[in-house]
């Protein structure tokens, strides 16, 4: 995963509610109603996590625990109605305090990876990594969870991807997942990665769905749905950007020079630092 700095999220625990409030007004939905479609959860995903406590345990490996980071994912699952508190010790004393206690998720990160566990069913497979198409219950990666989580806002905000075009910026672990996402959809999924053996891996798995592309302007150009996931600055100019294009971007930083930043309108843009990825996580553990 990308690591985040204490600055990047910096006040989740305090602006939530308000954030939640102000992706309902962008999107249509809220975190709760965005998480149901990334996981494909059917039912009622509060009264499920009444069933649930969740553990977020600290890591103190390569370089070590970012300050603030266990306090905003408890902030973001206690939110959406999953109980949840940050464990008093880190590795793997965390992980026993929670077993110990009788919660029956858990959570961690470290330098690469951000993964929940469902104690409950651990129905786990040996791939360290897997589509998202093919998702087990048991556990679940951040990078696929936000991956489907951006790509489900921008279905919501689209009213239906269903026969249309969206252009998908980057194909690494968080952009494959939201192609596959894409694709089983419907969409019609133009791509672009500066490493073309990327692109061809999604091409070959979905031949019908998803058109290559040779630059980013060409890419986006195609479509006014954009998913970008890749992270950068200033690859993307103002001339990209109007009244009628969305961009859906989990990617960190976000690319857009400064003129094309002065452009873009609030609503244009779905962006958060963790609060759509964990809640996407959490729909996954008890579906």
């Known amino acids: 995963m990308t690591r985040l700095t204490s600055k990047d999220i910096e006040g989740i625990p305090e602006t939530i509610v308000q954030h939640d409030q102000d992706l309902r007004k962008i999107v249509g939905a809220d975190l709760l109603d965005i998480a149901k479609l990334a996981a494909g959860f059917e039912g009622n995903l509060k009264v499920t996590f009444r069933n649930y406590r ?10 070590g625990v970012i300050g603030g980071f266990a306090q905003a994912v408890v902030a973001i699952l206690n939110h959406i109605g999953l109980d949840a508190e940050v464990a008093s010790r880190p590795d793997v004393g965390g992980f026993a305090e929670a077993l110990k206690d009788g919660y029956n998720i858990v959570f961690a990160a470290d330098d690469e990876f951000f993964v929940g566990f469902n104690l409950r069913t651990p129905k786990y497979k040996r791939k360290w990594w897997y589509p998202s198409a093919l998702a087990p219950k048991g556990y679940t990666y951040n990078f696929d969870a936000t991956g489907r989580a ?40 133009y791509l672009f990665d500066l490493v073309a053996e990327k692109t061809k891996a999604l091409k070959d798995r979905y031949p019908e769905s998803i058109f290559c592309c040779d630059s980013i302007v060409s890419c986006i150009s195609k479509a006014n749905l954009v998913l970008l996931a890749a992270p950068g600055r ?13 961009f859906s971007a989990p990617a960190m930083p976000l690319g857009f020079t400064r003129s094309a930043w002065a452009k873009l309108r609030k609503e244009s843009l779905i962006h958060d630092h963790l609060e759509l990825g964990v809640a996407a996580m959490a729909a996954d553990l008890v579906k």
Request: one cysteine or more; a positive charge.
């Open 234 to 246: 200033g690859f993307i100019p103002a001339s990209l950007v109007n009244n009628e294009r969305i």
């Open 150 to 189: 951006y790509a489900a806002a921008l279905e919501i905000k689209a009213g239906g991807l269903s026969g249309k075009p969206v252009a998908l910026i980057g194909t690494g672990r968080v952009g494959s997942a939201a192609a596959d996402f894409l694709c089983r959809k419907g969409a019609k999924v």
């Open 54 to 63: 969740a553990k977020v345990v600290s890591i103190t490996s390569g370089k």
